[in-house]
């Protein structure tokens, strides 16, 4: 049973509390292990609802939670090759990043890590037999997540590049100061990102991960 530590305001841990306490409506099963999901972020343009995270395998799944079924689906859809590519919700860009994570993106279902994943190809008698950061995929996640803090809008530059679909913000004069910061703030937010993907990378916190899967 998983369970989480809470501490009270003298500063003294409290009981652990099992994540299964607050299981009920606002918190569906988790699809990859069955556990809680709770609320991380609140409805946002471009996506299809809430974003819901488990406490447990790190999962985050958008508007309807669905089943282990929808997930292997949303899953197989990030397949590179002969490799399972995904933009690492546990990665520390996820971490800073909040709602301005760059690996939310319009249609996004789930938000995977390798711990999610793991679980869910069990589902299909499958292991995954190797992870490895993706550097440049990485990098350019961080980079982005760190403009998105400065703008309107979502992965614009990433979105300009062909490399993501940004969405775009609401009125036209905060789309073009948008444009216009993304190529201010470009050079430094990627001196900023190189160094900060390289130490998450350091502690297995990378943004994007490629994982190879075998069967049992």
């Known amino acids: 049973m998983t369970a989480r530590r809470t501490t009270s305001a003298g500063g003294q841990p409290t009981p ?13 099963p988790c ?33 309807r939670a669905g089943d282990a079924e929808d997930a292997l689906a949303a899953l197989d859809g990030a397949r590179d090759g002969d490799a399972i590519r995904i933009a690492n919700r546990a990665g520390f860009a996820g971490w800073i990043g909040g709602a301005g994570w760059a690996g939310l993106e319009p249609g996004s279902r789930y938000a995977f ?22 550097p440049g995929r990485s990098v350019a996640l961080m980079w982005q997540t760190i403009l998105n803090g400065v703008t309107f809008g979502r992965n614009v530059a990433l979105g300009a ?56």
């Open 113 to 134: 890590t390798p711990e999610s994943v793991r679980r869910l190809v069990a589902n299909r008698d499958q292991v995954v037999t190797r992870a490895r950061w993706a």
């Open 31 to 63: 699809p990859a292990c069955g556990e809680p999901l709770f609320g991380w972020i609140d409805a946002e343009p471009g996506l299809a609802g809430p974003v819901r995270r488990c406490e447990s395998c790190g999962l985050g799944a958008v508007g």
């Open 16 to 28: 652990v509390v099992p994540l299964e306490s607050g299981a009920g409506p606002e918190n569906p």
């Open 161 to 216: 590049l062909g490399r993501a679909e940004a969405v775009p913000a609401k009125r036209p004069w905060q789309r073009r100061l948008d444009a216009a910061i993304s190529v201010i703030a470009a050079i430094p937010a990627f001196i900023a990102a190189v160094p900060l993907e390289l130490l998450a990378a350091t502690a297995r916190r990378g943004s994007a991960i490629k994982l190879r899967v075998g069967l049992l």
